[in-house]
């Protein structure tokens, strides 16, 4: 097999996987003692783990003026509403991207655009599926609102959804960000919202599919048009 297609299949895996799959490999051994049937189903198992794990390099656009997709997954509404209050950004509405992230997904998440971290708010809550609307308001949450250099403001909120029960952050207050840098991770299964700047507008349309960190999901210049 060649590196370019053993690149193809093999990605590199979050730290944050390793001991899913050690304890995986662990317990197929186990089932594999036990009865071969049951260790082959392991295996499988260990194998998706690795894979929902995966954290692929991608490859950034370096246009001027654009927001990229915050996370991997399909659009599944594009709509105005109010952001979370503990993000501070304002009791009017913004323009709202709602991402779903099922359980095959890469669900390593990025920053669409290039600014400062200027909140970061953590709210416990249910576990309602994450592509329902009320989940933006009932489910566990994390938010993050950034300055951007011209001065606006966006929110990106992670959500948790049926299965999810953990959202990872590693932004942090004050931190300057580039476009397309790592920020959280959740897992397993869920939802990603982003709340665009004023001007925006939107590139993408509900049922299309994103790559976190490549697919240009908004133009800060407020043009329309496809992505």
Known sequence: MSVSLLSTFVKPMHPEGRRFVAIGAAITVGLFLLWSPLGWLGLGLTIWMYYFFRDPERVVPTRPGIMVSPADGIVSMIEPAVPPSDLELGAEEMARISIFMSVFDCHVNRLPATGRIDKVSYRPGKFLNASLDKASEHN???????????????????????????????GETGRDTSRGERFGLIRFGSRLDIYLPGGAAPLVRVGQTMIAGETVIADLSGETGEA
């Not at 011209?150 to 049926?162: C, E, F, N, S, W």
């Open 140 to 170: 566990e949450r994390n938010g993050l609102a950034v300055t951007l250099p011209d001065g606006r403001r966006y929110g990106t909120v992670q959500i948790a959804g049926l299965v999810a029960r953990r959202i990872m952050c590693w």
